[in-house]
């Protein structure tokens, strides 16, 4: 079955962005075509596996082809063409764009004459206009012409029961009011949701860092302010709780060990750099990251002052770290901050055993109860409902001493009636 117009559309990328897209595209009645350069997700693919685990797709796949590519030539034949690929940071947190640079390159190569180009990777202001238009132009394609170039950022929440793929509403930018008007049409006609066009491509390039900065900034902020306020024996989270009852005005973020995901920890940086190139410095946007990427570290401290109650170093001491994914109830490891703590136990000579229901490759363990039985002290670096439901008797039964709640997702005052040492994050 083919969509509106027989359009076909082609997604760049098959991740967590690019899979769920092509799946609504097939329901929605588009013939869709699949490229990744990743060949186990083809076949994993090419199976009907939900390759992201999201649970609001497994009624959809059965029901859609995604028609599978490995020949990038394929893609002269589509009509809309979605570049969904990766947007990382280097180990010294510099944007990476090889990613959204190669894909470029490879639908300018294979382009249909007049298709449509959508951007969906995150992106800051002025890749489409610095990168991506530029090898357009030299594969001898003129923009507005006969090829159009759209940025319609991705917004996606994995594990979110209510917001996905179908209904979170977006923006859209293009460099000309037919490409604008071209990819407006398309999301309309797959999304239920507002899409709201932007007076420019660097508008639309702008909105996706300005969200995840925003948020970014606010977990910073309370993350120094648990630091704070645990040195003055105030418990943060029943502080937030209490600001959150004014109706107006006032947004509840949490604190943690550590902020993960392919958006939170990554867009700040692009949009730093950026403003490098023009002289500006983003003082702010820098403080926030040097604040969140220390939170990791403060967990391991936590650990060590705990440990010191009981006459424990962390040389030879058994720790149990419960969760490796970024985010509860999903199997996520992008930049999670559970692997920065794994490492830092690990430097510090730590016997680690490691359980992760959603991520069994980076398991040390097959199960909770065979971690908790081997364990001395634990740290909860992800609120899977799994961890959050154990009953608090059952640390003891185990003989756990210490526990550090990461997520502040356990009963504070049940573990420590137990005569167990809790430390949380500002708790």
């Known amino acids: 079955m083919k969509g509106k117009n027989n359009q076909k559309v082609c997604v760049i990328g098959l991740g ?3 899979f769920p897209l092509a799946v609504l595209c097939a329901a929605k009645g588009y013939e869709v075509f699949g490229y990744d350069k990743d060949e186990e997700k083809l076949k994993r693919i090419e199976k009907g596996e939900n390759i992201v685990g999201e649970e609001y797709l497994n009624e959809m796949i059965p029901k859609v082809k995604i028609n599978v590519i490995r020949d990038e030539s394929e893609i002269r034949n589509c009509d809309i063409n979605i570049i969904a690929v990766p947007t990382p940071v280097d180990k010294k947190y510099f944007p990476d764009l090889r990613f959204v640079a190669s894909a470029s390159e490879t639908v300018a190569k294979n382009l249909k004459p007049g298709a449509l ?8 202001p002025g890749v489409c206009d610095e990168v991506v238009k530029p090898i357009f132009e030299k594969a001898g394609y003129s923009v507005g012409k006969n090829v159009f170039i759209a940025h319609c950022p991705e917004r996606i929440n994995p594990g979110d029961p209510q917001w996905n793929v179908t209904n979170i509403p977006r923006v859209v930018g293009s460099f000309e ?6 990819a407006l049409e398309f999301y309309r006609s797959i999304i239920f949701a507002e899409i709201m066009p932007m007076k420019s491509i660097f508008e639309a390039e702008a909105t996706k860092i300005m969200e995840n900065s925003f948020r970014d900034i606010n977990i910073a902020f309370v993350n120094e302010l648990a630091k704070s306020f645990n040195l003055m024996g105030i418990d943060v989270t029943n502080v937030i709780r209490g600001a959150a009852t004014k109706p107006f005005a006032f947004m509840a973020h949490w604190p943690s060990c550590g902020v993960g995901g392919h958006c939170i920890p990554v867009d700040p940086y692009y949009l730093i750099e950026k403003a490098k190139e023009l002289n500006f410095d983003h003082k702010f946007l820098r403080v926030a990251r040097e604040i969140n990427n220390s939170m990791p570290l403060y967990t391991v401290e936590l650990l060590q002052d705990a440990l010191n109650l009981v006459g424990k170093a962390y040389k030879g001491s058994v720790i149990g770290v419960l ?6 109830n999903v199997g996520d490891l992008r930049e999670s901050p559970a692997l920065k703590i794994i490492e830092l136990l690990e430097e510090r000579k730590a016997l680690l055993h490691i359980f992760d229901p959603y991520v069994p490759g980076k398991s040390t363990l097959k199960s909770v109860d065979e971690l908790l039985e081997k364990s001395e002290a634990l740290i909860i670096a992800t609120n899977h409902k799994e961890f959050s439901d154990i009953p608090p008797e059952k640390f003891k039964e185990r003989g756990i001493k210490v526990i550090i709640d990461g997520k502040n997702c356990l009963d504070k005052e049940k573990i420590l009636e137990q005569g167990i040492i809790y430390r949380g994050i500002g708790r």
């Open 323 to 328: 969760g490796v994914s970024y985010k509860a």
């Open 117 to 124: 180009v959508i951007v969906e990777s995150t992106i800051n």
């Open 16 to 18: 967590y962005v690019g």
């Open 177 to 182: 009011e037919k490409g604008l008007a071209r």
